[in-house]
């Protein structure tokens, strides 16, 4: 019986993955009519271009090695402002979650600062780096940093008692304590916190 009833739920379950399927392709569909009617409509490709001609375009950069080598290039410039932004927002948002004192120093200038439009910083980053990549490899980093330091602190924050009851009762030392039981606990939320700092860094691009 109780095989049965677990069969019958995988067939329910395959049956809504097929209906999602229909629906996204139903809804592409129709958003791709509407967007050909509208396009027929204006009457000009600088306002609205067609879907084909959008796909001829995009054809078109993928093949053009001097838009292929910029993009690889601001790519190498959103990795390293993640980076740098992993490296210095991990440790300060460790550091704010496990600890009362240093998040009552150090949260008043992160929420100060993180407050502050990043195109408000774009003259001083050329004063401080110049022209070239330093700027954008600055306020890529500077963008992505507030997300991973946040996302670290609640991903600390989140942890039970129970586990660091657990490991000292254990004889765990603080090391042990933070290898396995911070970082391993907090990982979740430290890897939305890096997600959001990558597509963050993307939109933050100049």
Known sequence: MEVKISTNKIKRE???????????GIFLITLLVIWEISA??????????????????????????????????????????????LIFGLPIGLIMGFSTRFESILSPIVDSV???????????????????????????????????????????????KDYYNAARSMGASPFVIFTNVMLPAALPDILTGARLAISTGWMSVI
């Open 40 to 85: 027929s409509r204006i009457g000009s490709s600088l306002l609205l271009p067609k879907p084909l001609n959008v796909l001829e375009g995009f054809i078109k950069c993928l093949t053009d090695p001097e838009i292929v080598k910029n993009v690889f290039i601001t790519l190498q410039r959103v990795l390293k402002g993640f980076f740098y932004a």
């Open 14 to 24: 395959n049956n809504f993955k097929s209906l999602d399927w229909i629906y996204r």
């Open 114 to 160: 993180r407050q502050v439009p990043i195109m408000s910083w774009v003259p001083l980053t050329i004063v401080w780096f110049g022209i070239g990549d330093g700027p954008t490899i600055f306020l890529i980093a500077f963008a992505g940093v507030f997300p991973i330091i946040l996302n670290t602190i609640q991903g600390i924050r989140s942890i039970s």
